[in-house]
């Protein structure tokens, strides 16, 4: 944990009264300079603190009032929580890869994307993300777009949907989600932000007022160091890249193809098989994975690999892959 992030957390925690839901003008300026900074955003848009990106996921269809008889849209293989999400608001879902079956219908009401992904690590080039926009913008949709992993391109510069490549400064319809959870190694904190529609975030800021959806204090003051500083950052991509190179080159020995994988914080990777017999074969070498099936039917062969443990794990377990 970066030392200028404790500090500012310690020193904030004498903060008896109840915070802002909106975030302090501190906060809301630091997001907005590293959204404008970060995404090549050239337009006016709304900025909203959260609890997390995870608890973002899970209620934003409920919070963006979609229910039973509406459709959400999510990536055909994703983080799981898209879909549970939906359900809680009584939506139904539909995969990205099953879009054909949907038309032109007003049913839909949300489309999220992720990229860089997860699990997979693939990035959406700005016309991809162009295309996602402008098929919503027909259907009167809002696009949500998870961009958690933005600052982990190894392979390829990942694009925000914010960014003018894809939105132009007109942000109707749009919401970009983001976590310092992996930029600066805050989970623990539980420190996101959204950037997007103002008239979007005007909404969400007054239902969450109400569910009581506000970020303490000493975390929205730790988040205004953390998104002041880009050493760290630095310093964290680094530290990734090396257990990246390392597990990768022993995986391909090992056999394992890995496929996409060109940014975030996991190795997409497969023995050709299904993923429950790669799980029991990397158990057996006292090595943990998340099998494919996790994320959607289309992930069968593939596990997933991070690169979030110790350097002296991900050494131990580089030794038992060769």
Known sequence: MPALIRRALAEESDTPGYPLTAGTPALRAAITGWLTRTTGASGDFGVLPTIGSKELV???????????GDIVVIPSVCYPTYE???????????RSDSLTAVGPSPRVKLI?????????????????LRKVV????????????????LALGWETHP?????????AGDYTGVLSVHSLSKRSNLAGYRAGFLGGDPALIAGLLAVRKHAGMIL??????????????????????ERYRARRDTLRTALTKA???????????????SRGEECWQTVD?????????????FYGPAAAQHVRIALTATDERVAAAVTRLI
């Open 134 to 149: 402008d098929w919503a913008r027909e259907r009167g949709a809002v696009v949500a777009s998870d961009e958690c992993y």
């Open 281 to 293: 074969w990397l158990a057996e070498r006292g090595i943990l994975a998340a099998p494919g099936a």
């Open 159 to 167: 694009v925000s949907v914010l960014s003018d490549a894809v939105t």
């Open 216 to 237: 303490p204090a000493p975390v929205q003051a730790a988040m205004v160091a953390a998104l002041g500083d880009e050493t760290h950052v630095v310093e964290q991509r």
């Open 255 to 269: 056999g394992f193809e890995i496929t996409n994988s060109e940014a975030g914080l996991y190795l997409w990777a």
């Open 84 to 94: 549970v999400g939906a359900l809680l608001a009584g939506a139904t879902v539909v």
């Open 112 to 128: 999220w994307v992720n990229s860089p992904s997860n699990p997979t690590g693939r990035v959406l080039p700005a016309e991809h």
């Open 58 to 68: 899970a209620w934003l269809p409920t919070l963006l009032g979609v229910g039973p």
